[in-house]
């Protein structure tokens, strides 16, 4: 039998409201008659005031729709200010080196954009930061604008252009992609596995132009702070979710295959659990057990097949996952469903 399930919502992530505040400072330089008539309220800035990427979407889809240019994210991405990165960005500011700023950017990452997990990988003298789709894919204006702001903000720490040798994007192609290597000043490839920049790594020793190691010092310490402060429904490991999701949807519900969707080795995944006091058992427990009340609260799913789709051995080990979880039988939280 093939089981068709519901599909089950996905959380496309969140990013801080400094960072949506780019696209009403932009619109209120560039296009004050458009920016008094936005149906959306400008976010109150924080570090710590998130914004879920599902309502970032339709803000840029509304300012495309009134001005009709393609060119539109690039543009607002070439406007961003250090405001508009948050704590981030002023760290960044303070390092002495592009391999430093990188670093921070790595570790905190979560505090300004937490949607799909970075990569940082060497490969035949390139720097290669790479985003894949566990989560989900955002978009064509999302990504341009989260790829444009990191590369303008990029060169505004080093005060010149950052030399790329390609750009990769997930979604179509564009109208535009001319436009789109002129800004990147590299090919540009579109409709790949993953988003990337890369960059030689020798622009890792690049001197930043206002480092200040004791206010990077203070600001580190702000940093590990606030993440352990981030709301508790926003992930420890971004990604982690969609990628046990997705490793339970193709019958492999295993730490490899998980890890292998995230882009890192097993070991590496291990790793990142345990320093978050999480367990891959308990993490992929969680995720079967959701999915589970969607299939019950959503359709007659048989409990047997229920049980093979979710990868447990027989139905009684099921049954008894979810008691422990949830409180109750399935059998019965399925009747109080319907």
Known sequence: MTLTPPPIPVDLGHISASYVNLLFDWLELAHPDLARQIPFDRPSPGDLNRVPVADWQPMLAWVD???????????????????????LGYMASCCATLGEAFAR????????????ALQVQF??????????AERGKPGHW????????????????VDQPVPLTHVCFVNPPPVNVAYFERFFGCPVLFDQPYTEVAMPDSVLQWSLKSPDAALRQLLDQQAEQLLARVPEQLEAMPGLQRAI???????????????KRLCMSARTLQRHLQS???TFRGELEKVRIRMARHCLEKQDMS???????????????FTHAFKRAVGQSPAKY?????
């Open 105 to 116: 950017l790595q570790q905190f990452e979560h505090l300004i954009y937490s949607v799909n």
């Open 303 to 317: 409990l047997v097949d229920l049980a093979s789709f979710l990868g447990y051995n027989d139905q009684s080990a």
């Open 123 to 132: 490969d035949g003298g390139l720097l290669c930061l790479r985003w894949g």
């Open 334 to 338: 399925q009747k109080s469903r319907h």
């Open 276 to 278: 978050q006091g999480m």
């Open 65 to 87: 729709q009134q001005l009709k240019d393609p060119d539109m994210p690039l543009r607002v991405a070439a406007s961003v200010k250090t405001a508009n990165t948050g704590l």
């Open 142 to 157: 999302v990504d341009s604008v989260a790829i444009g702001v990191l590369v303008s903000f990029t060169g505004s720490l």
């Open 245 to 259: 999701q997705d490793s339970v949807l193709a019958g492999l519900p295993m730490l490899e295959e998980v890890a």
